[in-house]
């Protein structure tokens, strides 16, 4: 599937630049096995396809409030520090945020899903399953995929 979506992507690029001979325009390369590769792929196959996605990042930042100084022995120091910032967003929070055109009972309409990415030995913490059972207690749809091919089939499924 992932050739699908080069291919999908090559097409888009060849028709964004249609002054370009397509086999000018560089294929872009996917992968996924890595959570980062994975997370890319599901994004840009949502917005390939009319939907909206983006990636949730719940973690915190660093403040730096270090600068550098000269001593009285003309030394260039170091001072100061740096302090990590706890982030703002729901703590568990999914890794992809998504709007996605669903048909229910013959209209489309937008609904939100939220997707997990784990690769490998990767498995959910507890706070991740809190919020996946708060996604789907408010009747949300919230997916664990661990490659392409495992959301494309929950995408399919989804969209069908």
Known sequence: MLTKLINLKHSIDCHKY???PSDYIPKYKYTDKTANGLTRCVIDWIIFNGGQAERINTTGRMLDNTKQVNDVMG???TIGSKQYIKGTGTVGSADISSTIRMNINGRMIGVSVKWEVKIGKDRMS??????QLE?????????IVKSFDDFIEKYFELTK
């Open 18 to 20: 249609p002054s370009m």
């Open 75 to 77: 030394i260039n120091r």
């Open 126 to 131: 507890e706070h991740q399953k809190k919020y």
């Open 135 to 143: 996604i789907e207690g408010a009747d949300g749809f919230y997916f």
